[in-house]
């Protein structure tokens, strides 16, 4: 373990009494379970939409929708859920433990967002930024296998800085040692795993990706497509782009507690990929039980190509 101050040696310090308070071990019982009551329903929920995706793959609003990036993304989403469990769960974080919940969260964030990207380009390129109707009828001749093969390219340069981070420099999890008779004399309190450039690092490389995912989807915002998908994937975008980019950077403006910024976190995590549920899955099952999920005329912006 790291130790307060960076360093490996155990100190014999004392800690504030601002500061010694806020461990895990004394996070609000009403907000732990809370969280991983949501995070839990919202694990369930990914499985069920999986289901249904299987059950309803025959439907235009799924077929147009490539099912392989929707199943991909289902199981992304679900990886982040889970790092949010484990870094709410007792008993108190470990070093292992918060080097698997990065890799949970940044892999799931590449399998959801990375087929966002593809979905995205792919959009562009069929319309090239025009609007007429002899793109849409050859919208199904497009060929995919570049497309994923640069999803599938993306997902491994995910996975192979993860790697020479785990191997090289591992997250650890931050102890302090508190000499405090409310605490017991020398207990080590872990309060939080520690987070260095290489964390860092992987997420302005996430902020970049996204921010040209913000161009594409600006451009790709009146293009016809079915069932409003490319708006839908510009309100992803946003949204993570917003949501991520304030509870990333106030941390590092503020001195807020351990549990604060784990609150703030998780938060972030469970709202933006419930977004993304229900924009992508949520939405189109809503249509398939109304009946309309076979409906041609569903394409916006068909004829016209406005908003």
């Keep these: 373990p790291i130790y307060q101050g960076g360093t490996l040696e155990v100190p014999n310090t004392i800690l504030p009494p601002s500061v010694a308070p806020d461990t895990f071990t004394e996070l609000n019982s009403t907000y732990r379970y809370a969280v991983l009551s949501i995070s839990g329903l919202l694990i369930f929920i990914c499985v069920f939409f999986a289901i249904l995706l299987g059950l309803f793959r025959e439907q235009l609003i799924i077929k147009t929708s490539s099912i392989y990036l929707m199943f991909l993304m289902l199981l992304g989403s679900c990886l982040c859920f889970i790092s949010v469990v484990i870094k709410n769960s007792k008993p108190l974080p470990t070093s292992t433990l918060c080097m698997i919940s990065q890799w949970l969260i940044h892999m799931g964030w590449v399998l959801c967002f990375g087929a966002i990207l593809a979905k995205t380009y792919r959009l562009n390129q069929i319309f ?92 790709v915002r009146k293009l016809p497509s079915f069932y409003n998908e490319g708006r839908v994937i510009a309100v992803v975008i946003y949204n993570w782009y917003l949501i991520t980019g304030i509870f990333s950077i106030l941390p590092l403006l503020t ?39 076979n409906d041609p005329t569903k394409t916006r912006n068909f004829s016209s190509g406005s908003s």
């Design 128 to 219: 090239n930024g025009k609007v007429n109707i002899k793109a849409v009828k050859n919208t199904q001749k497009t060929k995919n296998r570049v497309l994923y093969a640069a999803y599938g390219v993306l997902i491994a340069v995910f996975a192979l800085y993860m790697t020479v981070w785990t191997v090289l420099d591992p997250c650890l999890a931050e102890v302090y040692t508190i000499t405090d008779f409310r605490l017991g004399f020398g207990n080590e309190i872990t309060l939080t795993c520690a987070y260095d450039w290489w964390r860092h690092s992987i997420l302005i490389f996430e902020f970049l990706l996204l921010s040209y995912g913000c161009v594409l989807s600006y451009n």
């Design 255 to 293: 001195s807020l507690k351990p549990s604060a910024s784990l609150a703030m976190e998780s938060f972030a995590v469970l709202w933006n990929y419930s977004i993304l549920l229900i924009g992508f899955f949520a939405y189109k099952y809503v249509l398939i039980l109304q009946g309309e999920g």
